[in-house]
């Protein structure tokens, strides 16, 4: 199977202000989507993220490096017709309705009057503006542009949807529901490639993830091989004890209302703990172990570099 | 590293640089083929709707000597279009709307005139532009100085003439022969006396050997007119009198008709035919 | 057809700028102000009317193609929406021909409106057709074409004041073409004369769209002319389209 995405050492330099000083944004960036994944692309904002995107597109012309689409060279506009694409902070002819909207995009791809119809009737359904069909997208709201756009990214049926942040801006609910969404396009062999930095929501869906740091990527692989189930520290909660029984044995004591928090950061630690509080008749509230979150991993890559 | 543009991309910016060669010399080629069309032009015809030039002086915005140098610039190609047949209709308005925009401007008020006088055919016009002409720069002795040649040359005006010479004569920077026209005219007029007096002024203030000579010559020209005439009118008595010509121009003395016989500026005496009858000066004026 | 869904589009969005219907008004104005002026004339009234009316439809014309032409893709590019469309399987030059097709139509519509009224205000003081008066018109039409097509080319790149500045500037050498011919004849033979005759012929001769005069004065206009002139409209039209898409095609959108 092809990769969707292959990038291989993609560079860009940009000529800023108004004396021509070259600034290198991406200083050779390799990576590659496989086929039916999600793919996280997370960074700090002004490490190239954009930038990358839009050389895949097609809106920027790369200075080096190749990229390919589902094995096609990625400069094309047939590579393109596989292709759909959300923008971070969409902005739309807001003077068309939503259908009207749809019906153009449609158009575009050469579809035809029925099949458009058909789709935008479909793609309304889906992200929920079945009742705002007819209304204008200057009177959308924040949430409503973010789901007409991505009806608008889905109108020609792509294999490789590509979302540049989809879930700014959102509310939890909002957020849920493009999540769903999102996973829902997986299930039907679409490959999703998108960046966020809503590090959760990242952790909740992705398959794979890259982070981009400075220009380059630092680290990329499937998340389950980045984010190890390796145990940071184990947080207990007793009652019925006082804090300084726990002194030299737990770090981080801390007591409030009668509970002690314990933050526990060697794992052989726990069981003598357990023993104390099984001794002197304490309560264990709570027991969790903590393991590395990819907030974790993203704070320390970013500050590492 | 290879460089992300697929060959397709290159030949198609190759492509569309051939394509706009290829335009552009179609249209280049084009253009030399509708300038050999010739069209019946009336360029700026509309310059009719203009209102008054006191108007347009305030409508240019202080720009007015630029509409001046503008209209002017135009109307010298509109007058050079021969195939233009009404072209003059406007003449007057034209030249009245540049010389109210910018009225110390001196070009337009010679060319207009010239144009009037030398192609339209209508001195009246061509006095018209030089009389408003002076009339707005009363220290220019160009206006009336032209306006003193097309009198001359073109109407044989001689009265005319000695006005407008008499005027700028006497204005700064005008050339010094223009008070010998004045005196040229005086004379061609008829007015010996006054042409008489001033060519002797002439001759007295002198700032050369050859302007003396010129106004010597001219007065002996004015003075043969003088002395001519006198002895005509006398033998014309002679004859009324006697019934024939005097023999000779003594017998107007010995009969007591002149007092004496007037001998020309060099001292010589007239050339008389008694058959005649014709009195005329002995030597020509310029050949002295 | 990609070109005639974006040429839609530009129609739908060309038609809500209130700038057209606010010249659209004043050409309206004028054209019938010129029946009252036409009273204070002497002699041949109907003049005044048509070298008003023509005058009025070719200025208003102009400033209509300059005014929308240099925002339109301005907007696109500075409001982003350009992002969604140039990512789909659309070549940049169906874009730029899309844009300027959608423009071409819109001025087509108010052409033909401010020539409804001026024609309608003719028949009823001559009460005869003037068949004539659609030549200079469709004439004009074809500049207004040329003048579009340089509009969406500055736009491509530049700001909207400076595009209309640079179009506006593009429409008065195209008028002044007979001064530089002028100037050549009074010029020595030598380089600087060489370069000024490559200048006058690629700089644009729009007099040759210009059949006012001729169709106001009754003058006869010989027939070869009507081919060249449409011609070399044409290819000038292509020409600055073909460098609209050259310069566009190669561009970043950061």
Known sequence: MTDAIRIENLKKSF??????????????????????????????????????????????????????????????????????????????????????????????????RKETGERTGRLLKLVGLERAAGLQLRKFSRGMLQRIGLAQALINDPKLVILDEPLGGLDPLGRKEIRDIIVRFKQEGKTVFFTSHILQDIEMICDHVAIIVGGRVVKQGALQDLVSEKVLFTEMTVSGLPPEAFRGLGESVSAQGGRVLLKILEENRVDDILALVRERKGKVISLSPRTETLEDIFVETVTGT | MIRNTSPAKGSAAFLLVIFLLATCASFMALKVKTDTIVRKRVPGSSIIYIPSGKFLRYATFGYSALAADAIYLWAIQYYSTPTIDDRFNYLDHIFAIISDLDPTYTDPYETGALIASAEAGDTGLAFKILDNGAAKNPGQWLFPFEAGHIAMMNLKNYDLAMQYFKKCMDLPGAPDFTKRLYANAL?????????????????????????????????????????????????????????????????????????????????????????????????????? | ??????????????????????????????????????????????????????????????????????????????????????????????????????????????????????????????????WTMLVAIAYIFLELVLITAVAIFFSSFSTPILSSIFSLAFTLIGHLSWGLELLIKKMRAGAGRSAAQ????????????NFKTEVVHGLPIPAGIYLYSFLYGIFYTAFILGLTILVFRRRDFI
Request: aromatic share 14%; with cysteine.
């Open chain 1, 15 to 112: 000529r800023l202000g108004f004396i021509p000083k070259m600034k290198e944004i991406l200083k050779g960036i390799s990576l590659s989507v496989k086929e039916g994944e999600i793919f996280g692309y997370l960074g700090p904002n002004g490490a190239g993220k954009t930038t990358t995107i839009k050389c895949v597109l097609g809106l920027i012309y790369p200075d080096a490096g190749t990229i390919e689409i589902f094995g096609q060279p990625h400069g094309t506009a047939r590579a393109r017709q596989a292709l759909g694409f959300l923008p971070e902070n969409p902005y739309f002819y807001d003077y068309l309705t939503a259908r009207e909207f749809l019906t153009f995009y449609g158009d575009l791809f050469g579809l035809g």
């Open chain 2, 187 to 288: 004379y061609k007029k008829g007015d010996n006396e006054t042409s008489w007096q001033t060519w002797l002024e002439i001759y007295n203030t002198a700032p050369d050997e050859r302007t003396k000579k010129i106004a010597s010559n001219h007065l002996y020209q004015v003075k043969s007119a003088m002395d001519t005439g006198r002895l005509k009118e006398a033998v014309g008595k002679f004859r009324e009198r006697y019934g024939r010509f005097p023999a000779e121009l003594e017998d107007l003395v010995r009969s007591r008709l002149l007092g004496k016989l007037p001998k020309d500026l060099d001292g010589q005496d007239y050339v008389y035919d008694p058959k005649s009858g014709d009195v005329k000066a002995a030597t020509i004026p310029w050949k002295r």
């Open chain 3, 1 to 130: 057809m990609k070109i005639t869904a974006i040429a839609g589009i530009t129609f739908k969005e060309a038609k809500r700028d209130r700038i057209l219907y606010l010249l659209f008004f004043f050409a309206a104005v004028a054209i019938i102000t010129s029946r009252v002026l036409a009273i204070l004339t002497v002699g041949d009234r109907v003049k005044i009317i048509k070298d008003v009316g023509l005058a009025s439809i070719s200025i208003f014309g102009v400033l209509m193609a300059v005014l929308i032409g240099t925002s339109l893709v301005y907007k696109e590019i500075d409001k982003k929406t350009i992002f969604t469309l140039l990512s789909k399987p659309l070549h940049r030059a169906q874009f730029i021909l899309g844009k300027f097709l959608g423009l071409v139509l819109t001025l087509f519509v108010m052409t033909v409106l401010m020539s409804l009224i001026f024609l309608v205000l003719l028949y009823f003081h001559t009460f005869k057709v003037e």
């Open chain 3, 198 to 209: 490559f200048f006058y012929l690629f700089l644009p001769d729009l007099e040759n769209f």
